[in-house]
């Protein structure tokens, strides 16, 4: 008979200790009782635990992230609410309740839960967007920022992905639409990475002097969003923040091809 990790004694005994820490949790927030302190400390101990049982068990691998939805919460951490993560490739930000005095939230469930797309690029200069839908979208031409829907040419990865990319093309990150890949965009900026400097270093970190214009660079996008390049990413209101991603998405060529659609067969 096979003796897996899963059929074992030490499986069975974390697997109760690990409902109990949840359990523990979900009344903590039920009964509203303050213990919000205490069920952040679980949380941790419920990550250490999800991280042994993983070796034996996809159950609970993932997680959707839940912000308390207030004025207080992170910049950081709006950008995460929603989304579903994986406990063993955390986001740039950490788990929910990592920072200290987080009171975000996390939510377990079984499987990603991502719809399936997939992406080939059919010929040189096209990107074909297969949609869970089984339709397609094939962008031909234009810029790869546009081909790929991704207007802050993100490099594809764990940040992209964790922001709603769906593939990659050309090493670089692909989204749904441009919206997505606006607002992953914003939300590289809002990291740690950037949310510390002046709008003119975070363009330089973007776009370092060794490979680019980078002054030019600075005072173009200062012309087209309105910003002098001295205000703090992490300062900045959200009309700001759109102008600033606006300006780096033309910058970065922002050049529309043609679109043709393939209905689901
Ligand atoms: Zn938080």
Redesign the pocket.
Known sequence: MHHSYKNSKLYYTYKIMYLGVKNQILLAKSLDLGFIGIAREHIKIDKYLIRILKAATPESRYYIWH??GDDK??PE?AA?DGQTFDWNNPPS?GD??D?Y????TAEFINSPDKPAYSISEPSKGAVTIKKPDGSEETRTGGSRAWRNNNPGNLRSGTFANNHGAIGSAGGFAVFPDEATGDAASAALLRTPTYSGLSVDDAIARRSPSNENDTENLQNTIHNISGLSGDEIVGELDDNQMSKLTDAIKRTEGWIPGTTTINPAP
């Open positions: 912000t308390q919460v992170r951490h995460n930000t929910p309740g920072d005095g987080c009171r975000c």
